[in-house]
């Protein structure tokens, strides 16, 4: 694997991204290693709870849409430099909603250690895991509306946060500090960053002591609680709203987000 590594040991399964060096920034390599960890750790029989942490100073810049000539950069050019959005919106369902909706339902507990900053694309990953445990210094933000986009592909903005707080999120674009995250209900545990990994991998042992499959039905339970509340249908819906922000910005600019470059990079020193 090249952006992602992978580790079981006694009951628990540890994924870490491994791009440090550009802010775990989500390339379409990542995302494929990432599942095929989530995979494997599903179908051993041996792990009863997935770890999901990151090197590095920030858990993820979001999704790497890089340069024009980073081979590592997601683009969905066409061969002729357009942008079309049946294939970005087929490709998206797949890659950004599709996964993240896959680890939402592994029947194992999930866990995210975050740290740093972790932004738009960043909550595809933390969102769907069961519980997420925090370093002092993490900041969780979608600030995409300054392309044009009403938040990431997989809202659960308006579920982790309250909808009055979800908007305050989009519409201002600010992080939300560990404390405010763990007031809303997000995160579990607020942790200094130097013990973010050892707190977080002593919650997954606490947790793989219990019967994996009394385990695998209190996710069922409460999941399925979420899904007749309408949670699944809220989030594909918003998955569709999402890319009417695409169409608008290929209308406009012939590129799919319409990008204050100046104000993105600001959000990542
Ligand atoms: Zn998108």
């Known amino acids: 694997m090249k952006f992602v590594e992978y580790s ?8 870490t991204l491994a791009r440090g060096d550009k802010a775990n920034a989500q390339n379409e390599t990542m995302l494929d290693e990432l599942h095929e960890c989530f995979l494997e750790a599903e179908r ?10 990151a090197q590095g100073k920030h858990f993820s810049a979001g999704h790497d849409l890089g340069g024009e000539n980073d081979p590592d950069a997601v683009s969905l050019a066409e061969a002729d430099g357009t942008f079309h959005l049946d294939k970005i919106y087929r490709w998206e369902s797949k890659k950004y909603f599709g996964y993240s909706w896959y680890w939402r339902n592994i029947p194992k507990p999930t866990i995210a250690a975050v740290q740093g900053k972790a932004i738009a694309g960043a909550l595809n990953l933390i969102f769907p895991m069961d519980l997420i445990v925090a370093a002092e210094d993490a ?19 308006t579920w982790e946060l309250g909808a009055r707080r979800a908007k305050d999120m ?26 973010l990994w050892d707190r977080t991998d002593a919650l ?26 309408g949670y699944y249908s809220a989030l594909q819906s918003v998955f569709d709203v999402h890319h009417t922000g695409h169409g608008n910005a290929i209308s406009h600019s012939g590129y799919p ?6 104000e993105m990079k600001s959000n990542l020193k």
């Open 8 to 15: 079981n040991k006694d009951l628990v399964a540890t994924i």
């Open 44 to 53: 051993d029989d041996s792990v009863r709870v997935i770890v999901l942490r």
């Open 139 to 157: 900041l969780f933000s979608d600030p995409v509306v300054l392309m044009a986009i009403g938040g990431v592909e997989y809202h659960g903005h």
């Open 170 to 195: 989009l519409f201002t674009g600010r992080a939300f500090t560990a404390e405010e995250a763990q007031q809303v209900g997000l995160v579990r545990d607020v942790v200094p960053r130097d013990e």
């Open 204 to 229: 997954a042992r606490e947790i793989s002591t219990r019967h994996p499959f009394g385990l695998a039905q209190a996710k069922r339970a409460v999941n399925q609680t979420l899904d007749v509340q």
């Open 257 to 262: 987000i319409l990008m204050r470059l100046d």
